[in-house]
């Protein structure tokens, strides 16, 4: 499913992009710290001055955010690893960094960057807190000095996927030379911390003290550290198999003239494939899928064809593909099945689930 998110242009050739949650929680807390934090440290000013400094202070956080994920950027182009874009989320931010030209070492430099720019702007602004002469501005850095130096020492915990769990998986990487394994590691610590944090969140909020982010933020990273080590997984398995030995030759297809009625009743109900290849002669001309079906009004599903609803595959693969490089090349095109093509004559396709099925299959032999 495709993050929703708006590009805000490019920095280092970086994407950078807002999902869509930033705006609520933007308001959220420029809201709380206009109508709580501030008042309690500063309350001499007006409403309109809480909410001028409540807002600066919000946009400066995510900036803060935003240079905390470009340093980790920075190091990786310094270190030759691609990063195509940074996602800032509520209450952080996600680079996307190729696993390509990784190891242990890079990987190391390029967790602990971000907690060191964290503190470098902690220390920045407490600084500005100190001799700043304008009200405003030391206010807003009293805030902001505390909030960078709280996101250092939270993104330094050593659970996978915060940067000091990246830290540690680094470090085991090395010594175990097996980045499985200390996914693993590292992302059971994550999956403790995530369970810690949820916990001290809940208890808080029935003694009234409002800790509804610790739970959110808990739950988030438990099944962040989930997904990190099923993503390594899938590359471990995927990455030493190619195409051919993961391709599905005995599949279901449909003729162009197949009715809509009949690719519910006679396809989709009948047999467990998501999606069915349209061919005619041995020649693809494409796709369907249940979501296809579901756009088409049912009383003109006796009516209407295979061929009208059906979407064309321009891509193809290989048999001697990387199993891998083919999911990411899917994953990134937006495409869920690929034909296997030789001699202009279809051998067979590969879909997504048919090789993460391959992948639980290995899992659960192994």
Not at 271 to 298: C, H, W
Request: aromatic content about 12%; proline content about 3%; glycine content about 6%.
């Amino acid at each position: 499913m495709r993050i929703k998110s708006v590009r805000l242009g490019k920095i280092l050739g970086i994407d950078i992009e807002l999902h869509y949650t930033w705006f609520l929680i933007f308001a959220l807390l420029a809201w709380a710290l206009s109508a709580g934090f501030f008042p309690h440290y500063y309350p001499d000013l007006t409403k309109t001055e809480y909410w001028i400094i409540g807002s600066a202070a919000s946009i400066l956080l995510f900036v803060s955010v935003l240079l905390h994920e470009l340093t980790h950027s920075f190091v990786a182009l310094r270190n030759r690893i691609s990063v195509k874009k940074i996602t800032l989320f509520f209450f952080g931010g996600v680079a996307q960094i190729s696993d390509e030209n990784i190891t242990p070492s890079k990987e190391f430099k390029m967790a602990i960057a971000g907690p060191l720019m964290s503190l470098l702007l902690a220390a920045v602004f407490y600084l500005v807190t100190r001799y700043s002469a304008y009200l405003y501005i030391s206010a807003i850095a009293f805030y902001l000095t505390r909030l960078n130096l709280i996101l250092a020492i939270f993104n330094l915990v050593p659970g996978y996927p915060l940067d000091g769990g990246r830290a540690l998986r680094a470090f085991l990487w090395g010594y175990y030379k097996d980045i499985k394994k200390a996914t693993k590691y590292a992302a059971s610590g994550g999956k403790i911390f995530g369970i810690i944090l949820a916990t001290v969140g809940i208890l808080g909020m029935f003694l009234g003290l409002g800790t509804i982010w610790f739970v959110l933020i808990g739950i988030f990273i438990y099944f962040l550290a989930g997904m990190g080590y099923e993503q390594v997984v899938i590359k471990d398995v995927l990455s030493k198999i190619k195409v051919k030995q993961v391709m599905v030759k005995d599949f279901i297809s449909v003729k162009p003239s197949t009715t809509i009625a009949k690719l519910f009743s006679n396809y989709f109900l009948r047999y467990s494939q998501d999606v069915f290849p349209v061919v005619e002669k041995n020649r693809l001309l494409g796709i369907v899928t249940a979501e296809s079906i579901n756009m088409v009004p049912k009383r003109k599903w006796m009516t209407i064809t295979a061929e009208h609803i059906l979407t064309p595959l321009k891509a193809a693969a290989k048999e001697d593909d990387n199993a891998y490089k083919t999911l990411m090349r899917m994953s990134s095109q937006k495409i869920g099945l690929l034909p296997i093509i030789k001699n202009k004559r279809l051998k067979g396709i590969v879909s997504i689930p048919s090789l993460l099925r391959c992948v639980r299959l290995k899992v659960e032999v192994d």
